[in-house]
């Protein structure tokens, strides 16, 4: 076999010189999922660009290639204030480079990925704040801030500055907007994203509204200041000077707030229904997305940042909450016939509430064929399991 020289990559054969050739681009993009259960309209299609299928796991692994590509690194230690994400990225490409690497993180960020990047090696920091603090001095950019401007340690230290680096849009203008283009041939009508550094939404937006200016961009923000939704920022009520720099506020069409509570909870329900296991960022621009599928007609892209394995502690908290699932009621139809079996397992069905798990047991084949046949009109899939000859058990939820 012949390998490739460096700077070749071949996204066919999978063989790539170094660990970046993987990181998404318009000949490797990240996939575009339907999703058939959660979303129930199908004049209103909604799709996850699941950027977890980049080497580090998240969408950052986009910008940290583009802004280390221009930055002066020799002689210097990496430095950069994050939620997690871009420090995992930036550390990964430069412990490809050789750059040592210090990452400034809130405290309040789960343990997960501060021991993801204290296992790449990084320097970490943690800072004492919340996930979203509101002035540039405060915290992680406050501590990073700190060092690229003190004389004692100013000339060790360089920054990509995620928050204010043009090449931030850069990387979605010229990346993830037109992958997106691409994958929907044009027919994308809605684009949900989270604001955050305003990196993706900017690019991703401006791209998309000089292919369409009818595109709908809708941004999607913290309720509250105050969350758990790593990565996002809630920039309603923020005088100018706070709101990152990199923000075009021309793009965007609709600004839409969502709780922890709905965030996680959506999330959670993406897992069990579609099989798509995901960071609670994306449930809460996903929870937004479904809210306009309600009644929308087009074709939705909502922006999955990262998966769900770097945010178990997180879920936890929420898992712990749910109720015992409890046994399912049992009905006993086994000495009726057709057609009183089918009579009283019709009633049972339309009393199912949602939630609700019954067992329905029958006694004979006839029986079972009419049951089949109701429980089809009703889109029902129930469990089904045969003791002896003569005794069916159908388990049904709703």
């Not at 595109?215 to 990152?244: A, Q």
């Not at 047991?361 to 064929?369: A, K, P, V, Y």
Request: glycine letters at 8%.
């Amino acid at each position: 076999m012949v390998f490739q020289k460096k700077g070749d990559a071949d996204h066919h054969m999978r063989v790539y010189p170094d660990i970046t050739g993987l990181i998404a681009s318009l000949r490797n993009p990240t996939p575009l999922v339907r999703l058939n259960r959660i979303n129930r309209n199908p004049d209103f299609p909604v799709y996850l660009k699941l950027e977890r299928f980049n080497p580090f796991g998240s969408v950052k692994d986009r910008i940290a290639l583009e802004m280390l590509k221009t930055l002066e690194t020799e002689g210097k230690t990496l430095v950069e204030p994050s939620s997690g994400n871009t420090g995992i990225a930036l550390t990964c490409i430069a412990n490809a480079l050789g750059i040592p690497v210090e990452i400034a993180v809130p405290k309040g960020v789960p343990e997960e990925k501060k021991i993801m990047l204290r296992f790449l090696g990084a320097n970490v920091t943690e800072a004492d704040d919340e996930l979203c603090p509101l002035f540039p001095t405060e915290g992680a950019r406050g501590f990073v801030n700190a060092l690229l401007n003190s004389p004692a340690t100013r000339d060790g230290y360089v920054s990509p500055n995620q928050y204010e680096n043009m090449l931030n849009v850069q990387a979605h203008y010229r990346g993830t907007g037109p992958e997106i283009w691409r994958q929907t041939d044009g027919e994308v009508t809605h684009f949900f994203a989270g604001f955050g550094t305003c990196g993706t939404i900017t690019g991703v937006g401006k791209f998309l509204k000089e292919q369409n200016p009818d595109v709908k961009i809708i941004g999607v923000e913290p309720s509250s200041p105050h969350h758990k939704l790593p990565g996002l920022k809630r920039i309603t009520g923020l005088t100018e000077d706070l709101v990152p720099k990199i923000l075009d506020r021309s793009v965007i069409d609709e600004t839409a707030a969502v709780s922890d509570d709905e965030a996680y909870r959506t999330a959670i329900e993406l897992a069990r229904k579609e099989g798509i296991p995901v960071g609670p960022t994306t449930g809460a621009i996903l929870h937004i997305a479904l809210r306009y599928a309600r009644t929308g007609k087009g074709l939705a892209v909502v922006i999955s940042p990262d998966d769900a394995f770097k945010y178990t502690s997180f879920y936890k908290e929420y898992l712990d909450r749910e109720p015992v699932a409890e046994a399912p009621k049992n009905y006993d139809l086994s000495d009726l016939v057709c057609p009183l079996s089918k009579v009283r397992a019709t009633e049972l069905l339309d009393a199912l509430r949602e939630g609700e798990k019954i067992s329905i047991i029958l006694g004979n084949t006839e029986s079972l064929r009419s049951m089949a046949q109701e429980l089809k009109t009703r889109r029902l899939k129930p469990v089904f399991k045969q003791e002896g000859e003569s005794r069916f058990i159908l388990t049904v939820s709703k």
